[in-house]
């Protein structure tokens, strides 16, 4: 007798779909959340839209809303991040406070890995003010939004002195720390993400602390450094797939005072910014941009730019652009502007209390009120100060008033000094400007030797200096995540350009020591 069949079902018949239930879905959010920290964006989109949305509780719905915004704001041209992050802690608001506070703390975190500060600051903090009070970020951000600086400051340093909470927000705590001009702290929290990048692999942490501690660098007056740490994170972000973080690169290219290449630089981030809805990329453009017009003496443009970066309030980046609208005010004219930018210059300084702000408040006090003893204060506290890019800056602007003032003599003591810290760090225009103003007092800019680096590319001249101390190919490829044939073509390009023909030569050369 023959075997009795069972009828195969039509091809059209459809088949079940997996049954969505809580595990599951924690198990997409898991996996998405794993994707996103490993720098893998799109496969952590493609699996939150997996999620039913509409099948979740509360709790969950907030998980997958928070994640929905961290996908959305390190995925470059999605603004709806904050938007998300906000629907999370609104909808924990009542039933977890605790994690409600955390979703609004993680808007600002995130916000500022990706440069999205502008705007989102207000907005998370204008939210957060009906949160349960703690003492943490939160806390005393809303303090500064609402009170200033005078009454947030004690606040603020409390939780940074905290190394849990900044551990928990690496990027809000550099921002922070950069707003109580407190280089030690940043110099903390930049050598945690170091560390903590390199161990875990974590791209988005290693990329925050090269771009941090490129930046750092160059304020310090220290430009080779600077340089080798934004060629790392390009290349670490080239190999995930993702855009760099253009802000250290901008800085360093207008500090060096380098106009057409800081020009290019600055017309394409503004463009990006601006139409990706990026706000707080706008608001290093035009620091950036302050930066350099004032180091090329082109004052009404670095009054431009420097008042924009004031107006927009970002955390740090308002204050840093303060001395710049200072000095290019004074240049122009516009005494009262100067005078404003000054009152709110000191008002942030003078609370947070470190050599470092209080010195280029008192420079930026000099140019103003004309008083000797302010330049001389400069100089004295900036000596103390790690910030020897403004260290150098205090010797040149009172230079450029002691010859104002035809105290040449004075003047050319000051202007040498200038021209010497400037030189040697690579500010180039602010160079130029000692080296004109010594000129005038009838004196001579004491000749610098062309750095044989200048020609080459940042990414070129990190490859040399890891070349210069003995890597191969293959460890410099492993580090850059590049192929080794791609580092020898970069090296014979560098060969060409500095004039030598082997490896041996390249650490024989005294500007990679």
Not at 61 to 89: C, E, I, W, Y
Not at 308 to 318: C, E, I
Not at 337 to 347: R, Y
Not at 449 to 455: I, K
Request: with cysteine; proline share 4%; charged share 25%.
């Amino acid at each position: 007798m023959a075997a009795s069949r069972r009828p195969r079902p039509s091809s059209n018949a459809r088949r079940p779909c997996p049954r969505t239930t809580p595990k599951r879905v924690d198990r997409t959010l898991a996996a998405a959340q794993a994707k996103l920290d490993a720098g893998a964006t799109d496969a952590a989109a493609a699996l939150l839209t997996t999620v039913e949305l509409k099948t979740l509780d509360e709790r969950t719905q907030a998980k997958a809303d928070l994640l929905r915004g961290q996908v959305a704001f390190v995925r470059h041209g999605d603004s709806n991040g904050p938007t998300f992050m906000l629907h999370a802690a609104r909808r924990l608001a009542d039933i977890d406070p605790a994690w409600s506070r955390t979703c609004f703390l993680d808007a600002l975190e995130m916000a500022m890995v990706v440069g999205r500060g502008s705007g989102v600051m207000d907005m998370v903090l204008n939210a957060a003010r009906s949160a349960p009070p703690a003492t943490d970020f939160l806390d005393a951000l809303v303090l500064l939004n609402i009170s200033g600086h005078k009454a947030a400051v004690p606040a603020l340093r409390d939780v940074l002195a905290d190394s849990a909470a900044w551990t928990r927000r690496p990027a809000l705590a550099t921002m922070v720390a950069g707003e109580l001009w407190d280089i030690d702290a940043h110099t903390a929290i930049v050598d945690w993400l170091m560390k903590t990048g390199r161990q875990s692999g974590a791209p988005m942490v290693l990329r925050l602390g090269l771009a941090q501690g490129a930046l750092e660098a160059a304020l310090t007056g220290d430009l080779p450094k600077a340089v080798d740490a934004i060629a790392e994170e390009e290349a670490l972000a080239d190999a995930i797939g993702t855009p760099s973080m253009t802000y250290p690169r901008l800085f360093v290219t207008a500090l060096r005072g380098r106009r057409e290449e800081a020009t290019e630089l600055i017309e394409t981030a503004t463009t990006v910014a601006k139409a990706k809805g990026i706000g707080q990329l706008v608001a290093n453009v035009h620091w950036s941009a302050a930066v350099l017009h004032n180091g090329l003496g082109d004052y009404p443009a670095a009054l431009a730019m420097a008042r924009q970066a004031a107006a927009a309030g970002d955390l740090f980046l308002a204050g840093a652009a303060m001395p710049e609208l200072v000095e290019a005010a004074v240049r122009c004219g516009e005494n009262d502007l100067a005078a404003s930018a000054l009152e709110s210059l000191t008002e942030r300084t003078q609370a947070s209390g470190t050599p470092w702000g209080l010195g280029l408040t008192a420079y930026s006090r000099g140019m103003v009120t004309g008083d000797e003893d302010d330049y001389r204060a400069a100089i004295e506290l900036l000596a103390d100060s790690p910030g020897r890019t403004y260290q150098a800056r205090a010797h040149l602007l009172y230079g450029e008033w002691l010859r104002r003032q035809n105290r040449r003599l004075d003047a050319r003591t000051q202007l040498r000094t200038a021209h010497d810290l400037l030189s040697t760090i690579g500010m180039e225009a602010f160079a130029r400007r000692a080296s004109d103003e010594l000129r005038a007092t009838g004196a001579q800019a004491r000749s610098r030797a062309t750095n044989s680096l200048d020609e080459l590319t940042m990414q070129e001249t990190h490859i040399a200096r890891l070349v210069a101390t003995g890597a191969t190919s293959k460890e410099v490829a492993a580090r850059l995540f590049l192929s080794p044939r791609t580092i020898d073509a970069h090296l014979r390009n560098i060969f060409r350009k500095l004039g030598i023909t082997s490896r041996r030569q390249l650490r024989d050369l005294p500007d990679l020591r």
